[in-house]
Nanobody, 121 residues
Framework: QVQLVESGGGLVQAGGSLRLSCAAS????????MNWYRQTPGKQRELVAA???????NYADSVKGRFTISEDNAKNTVYLQMNSLKPEDTAVYYC???????????????WGRGTQVTVSS
């Protein structure tokens, strides 16, 4: 099995920065993609940033220029550097990864438990 553990959330003032981390552990052959989603009460979970195993990135329009996703393949860890934070960035942030456990098994999608980010005005 695979586990994703997020860390780095917390309370920050508007304009501040936070860095989220997500470490994958367990039976990992390779990782196709690692992503960050966020969710606020009453709303659907939305994709914030994505990175493929080849390093290609994609961002939601609302965070472009402020957030940066990166990865350390050797550590099976993905990061989300969040700068110029706004109150509307307040949400639970979830790590998501598409991982193959062996060379002959299909990729599976895994989720972390989430980490709370609160931005005060």
């Amino acid at each position: 099995q695979v586990q994703l553990v997020e860390s780095g959330g917390g309370l920050v003032q508007a304009g501040g920065s936070l860095r989220l981390s997500c470490a994958a552990s367990g039976n990992i052959f390779n990782t196709n993609a690692m992503n960050w989603y966020r969710q606020t009460p009453g709303k659907q979970r939305e994709l914030v940033a994505a990175i493929t195993s080849g390093g290609m990135t994609n961002y939601a329009d609302s965070v472009k220029g402020r957030f940066t996703i990166s990865e350390d393949n050797a550590k099976n860890t993905v990061y989300l550097q969040m700068n110029s934070l706004k109150p509307e960035d307040t949400a639970v942030y979830y790590c998501n990864a598409v991982i193959r456990g062996t060379s002959f098994t299909a990729p599976k999608v895994y989720w972390g438990r989430g980490t709370q980010v609160t931005v005060s005005s």
